[in-house]
């Protein structure tokens, strides 16, 4: 499995971005997909997943009611809404794939499958 992220940018605080990851290659479907980011000199963070066949979505705390979470079955294609974002949101973001059990979907040594990253930069 493939994965391709896009998206990330530059935006000033209060502003909106959306990410977008696309996978590609063998995917049967029966995955879990969503983002972790990293901010400079820190660990990679859980910020949300979505379970692909069934479509239920799980936020971190520090991110919920801002970011939405959908995807595009079609497309095998996930975006990240983001609003209202400030200055702790700065980080690269990855786009990560795999089958974790529901009390690991947060953990990213549960995911296999990782993109490239997308820088999002939010100016206070």
């Known amino acids: 499995v493939q994965l391709q992220a896009s998206g990330g940018g530059l935006v000033q605080s209060g502003g909106s971005l959306r990410l977008s990851c696309a996978a590609s290659?063998?995917?049967?479907?029966?995955?879990?997909m969503g983002w972790f980011r990293q901010a400079p000199g820190k660990e990679r963070d859980f910020v949300s997943v979505l379970n692909w066949n069934g479509g239920a979505t799980y936020y971190a705390d520090s991110v919920k009611g801002r970011f939405t979470l959908s995807r595009e079955k079609a497309k095998y294609t996930i975006y990240l809404q983001m609003n209202s974002l400030k200055p702790e949101d700065t980080a690269v973001y990855y786009c990560?794939?795999?089958?974790?059990?529901?009390?690991?979907?947060?953990?990213?040594?549960?995911?296999?499958?990782w993109g490239q990253g997308t820088q999002v930069t939010v100016s206070s």
């Open positions: 990560a794939a795999g089958r974790p059990i529901l009390s690991s979907f947060a953990e990213r040594s549960a995911y296999n499958y």
């Open positions: 290659g063998r995917t049967d479907g029966r995955f879990v």
